[in-house]
């Protein structure tokens, strides 16, 4: 009997700790599955709060400071950026003018200078004697073998006027493979004028342009006897103010816009240009006939800028003057952007009539210099919104800001990006303005331009860089 008792004792004590180990596990499943909730409601809120807070448009702020880049003041030079060539690393290379002599830095990935490049990430490339001060970098563009080509303009030259072409190592050195020195000078049809554009063909070849000559360079550095006359080929539109490769090895001339006979071109405060032509040229240097009229295409809006889309139509910007209905009434000059087909004639699917024209509040005086395309088809234009100077003697320049739109392939604004389509970053009550934009591989888009800063009444310009999240 006591056995049996012993049994059942044993039997439920066994019973009792199966039910508990089930109850244990099965509140132990349950507050799993609440903390696996809870995590998931969390992890989709700060989501939702990540959504809300990074929008297309705004600066990156792992960028810089806050998302810019400037050059400081207490450097007690001037410094100016006309240009924007991306590696395949992410550094960002500029070319511009330091100290008035023809400069390129580079940045690294998160917008500090690169001190592997040049002196502190900076560079200056000496010119021949007899060239004088005052030169720039008016285009950069990295070769496959990470080598980086720079085009300088003696534009702004108190000496001798011509076309230079340097070549850069990895480093910032100059490259003694190329033309023997690293520089090489050319007097296009023996005569001294000086270029404004640079574009690098896929097969390596180099172009530059300017002054009513376009010169082409093979990857050693000398003049490629294909092309034009002895690798000089005559333009028709002059001052050039663009360049663009199409994918049939033409090649698409801009010209019309502000003439950039100053440095950086000077944003349009006081006239505004409101035509301007587009030509484009055969691969061996003669003009393409069977573009628009005998080679040459108007636009209503001065091409500052031009792009070829992967379908090969062909966008052009430049500053346009706008009629305002609402208050305030009167004209105002707009971005104005043009679609052209590939033959030259005008896109009437393109916004209205082909033509896309965007003003930004409060700044009367709007004028595009730059454009970029994205991956998707998007449209990006960059240039200066800014306010008529207060007095037209004073030497000091109008207040001006960054201005960037994105326009959607239809050419109606991107309203998801910014405050509707556009963006504004001002310099305090600086005159800032965008020269060249490069959207890199994720996305995000990088804006270099110009920054007048007022140091114990001089004004000094520095190279500003911002880069704006394109997502």
């Given at each position: 009997m006591r056995k049996k008792e012993e049994a059942r004792a044993k039997k439920a004590a066994a019973q009792s700790s199966t039910n508990h180990r089930t109850t244990w596990t099965t509140a132990h499943a349950w507050l799993g599955r609440v903390s696996r909730d809870v995590a998931i409601l969390s992890c989709s809120l700060l989501l939702c709060l990540d959504v809300a807070v990074a929008q297309a448009g705004q600066l990156d702020t792992t960028f810089g400071?806050?998302?810019?880049?400037?050059?400081?003041?207490?450097?007690?030079?001037?410094?100016?950026?006309?240009?924007?060539?991306?590696?395949?690393?992410?550094?960002?290379?500029?070319?511009?003018?330091?100290g008035?002599?023809?400069?390129?830095?580079?940045?690294?990935?998160?917008?500090?200078?690169?001190?592997?490049?040049?002196?502190?990430?900076?560079?200056?490339?000496?010119?021949?004697?007899?060239?004088?001060?005052?030169?720039?970098?008016?285009?950069?563009?990295?070769?496959?073998?990470?080598?980086?080509?720079?085009g300088i303009s003696t534009v702004n030259s108190d000496g001798a006027k011509a076309f230079l072409l340097a070549r850069l190592e990895a480093n910032g050195a100059l490259d003694s493979s190329f033309g023997g020195t690293g520089l090489v000078t050319t007097l296009p049809f023996g005569r001294q004028l000086s270029p404004t554009v640079l574009a690098l063909q896929p097969d390596g070849k180099i172009l530059l342009a300017g002054d009513g000559a376009m010169a082409r360079y093979d990857t050693s550095g000398q003049l490629d006897a294909?092309?034009?006359?002895?690798?000089?080929?005559?333009?028709?539109?002059?001052?050039?103010t663009a360049i663009a490769l199409q994918s049939n090895g033409q090649i698409l001339i801009a010209g019309g816009g502000p003439a950039r006979d100053s440095f950086p071109p000077a944003p349009i405060f006081q006239t505004v240009s409101i035509a301007g032509l587009i030509s484009r040229y055969n691969s061996n240097g003669s003009i393409d006939t069977t573009f628009g009229a005998a080679g040459q295409a108007a636009s209503v809006a001065a091409a500052s800028a031009i792009a070829v889309q992967s379908n090969g139509k062909i966008v052009v910007a430049g500053s346009i003057i706008a009629k305002l209905a609402a208050p305030p009434t009167g004209s105002s000059a707009g971005f104005g952007l043009v679609r052209y087909n590939a033959n030259g004639s005008i896109d009437t699917t393109f916004g209205t009539r082909g033509v896309a024209i965007t003003v930004f509040s409060g700044a009367p005086v709007t004028e595009p210099l730059a454009l970029a395309l994205q991956s998707n088809g998007d449209i990006l234009a960059g240039g200066v919104a800014g306010q008529m100077p207060a007095n037209a003697s004073s030497s000091a320049p109008a207040p001006g800001s960054f201005a960037l739109a994105r326009y959607l392939n239809t050419g109606q604004l991107d309203t998801t990006?910014?405050?509707?389509?556009?963006?504004?970053t001002a310099f305090g009550g600086n005159t800032a303005s965008i020269s060249a934009l490069a959207v890199q591989s994720n996305g995000n888009i990088v804006a270099v331009g110009n920054s007048d800063t007022n140091v114990q009444g001089n004004f000094v310009n520095n190279i500003a860089v911002a880069r704006y999240l394109g997502q």
């Amino acid at each position: 009997m006591r056995k049996k008792e012993e049994a059942r004792a044993k039997k439920a004590a066994a019973q009792s700790s199966t039910n508990h180990r089930t109850t244990w596990t099965t509140a132990h499943a349950w507050l799993g599955r609440v903390s696996r909730d809870v995590a998931i409601l969390s992890c989709s809120l700060l989501l939702c709060l990540d959504v809300a807070v990074a929008q297309a448009g705004q600066l990156d702020t792992t960028f810089g400071t806050g998302g810019i880049f400037i050059t400081h003041d207490a450097q007690a030079f001037d410094a100016a950026a006309e240009a924007i060539a991306l590696q395949t690393d992410g550094r960002i290379v500029v070319g511009g003018e330091i100290g008035s002599l023809a400069g390129v830095l580079r940045l690294n990935i998160n917008g500090t200078l690169d001190s592997t490049f040049g002196t502190g990430g900076m560079v200056n490339v000496n010119v021949p004697s007899g060239l004088g001060g005052g030169v720039q970098v008016i285009g950069v563009a990295i070769q496959t073998d990470g080598k980086i080509v720079a085009g300088i303009s003696t534009v702004n030259s108190d000496g001798a006027k011509a076309f230079l072409l340097a070549r850069l190592e990895a480093n910032g050195a100059l490259d003694s493979s190329f033309g023997g020195t690293g520089l090489v000078t050319t007097l296009p049809f023996g005569r001294q004028l000086s270029p404004t554009v640079l574009a690098l063909q896929p097969d390596g070849k180099i172009l530059l342009a300017g002054d009513g000559a376009m010169a082409r360079y093979d990857t050693s550095g000398q003049l490629d006897a294909t092309f034009g006359t002895s690798g000089i080929a005559v333009l028709s539109v002059r001052p050039v103010t663009a360049i663009a490769l199409q994918s049939n090895g033409q090649i698409l001339i801009a010209g019309g816009g502000p003439a950039r006979d100053s440095f950086p071109p000077a944003p349009i405060f006081q006239t505004v240009s409101i035509a301007g032509l587009i030509s484009r040229y055969n691969s061996n240097g003669s003009i393409d006939t069977t573009f628009g009229a005998a080679g040459q295409a108007a636009s209503v809006a001065a091409a500052s800028a031009i792009a070829v889309q992967s379908n090969g139509k062909i966008v052009v910007a430049g500053s346009i003057i706008a009629k305002l209905a609402a208050p305030p009434t009167g004209s105002s000059a707009g971005f104005g952007l043009v679609r052209y087909n590939a033959n030259g004639s005008i896109d009437t699917t393109f916004g209205t009539r082909g033509v896309a024209i965007t003003v930004f509040s409060g700044a009367p005086v709007t004028e595009p210099l730059a454009l970029a395309l994205q991956s998707n088809g998007d449209i990006l234009a960059g240039g200066v919104a800014g306010q008529m100077p207060a007095n037209a003697s004073s030497s000091a320049p109008a207040p001006g800001s960054f201005a960037l739109a994105r326009y959607l392939n239809t050419g109606q604004l991107d309203t998801t990006f910014g405050s509707g389509g556009r963006v504004t970053t001002a310099f305090g009550g600086n005159t800032a303005s965008i020269s060249a934009l490069a959207v890199q591989s994720n996305g995000n888009i990088v804006a270099v331009g110009n920054s007048d800063t007022n140091v114990q009444g001089n004004f000094v310009n520095n190279i500003a860089v911002a880069r704006y999240l394109g997502q």
